[in-house]
């Protein structure tokens, strides 16, 4: 069982690489901002403004990510 989760890391490890290599700029942006209205939907929703905090510092990590990795790939 040990030799089957090894070869399963070793396949399915090298397509995420290539996923997140694929990601734009833009495509980051969309995600980030996409959570950002479903968030800010609950938000409304339920009435809790001060999570309205959380889900800003939520976005701003969001972003941070993708833009580290776009521009780890503009600079290979």
Known sequence: MVKKSKSIRKTIAP?????????????????ADGIFLIGLAIVFYFGFWPWILALIGLYIIIKGICNHFVKRKKKS
């Open 15 to 31: 397509m995420f690489r290539s996923l997140i290599s694929r990601v734009k700029e833009d495509t980051c942006e969309s995600i």
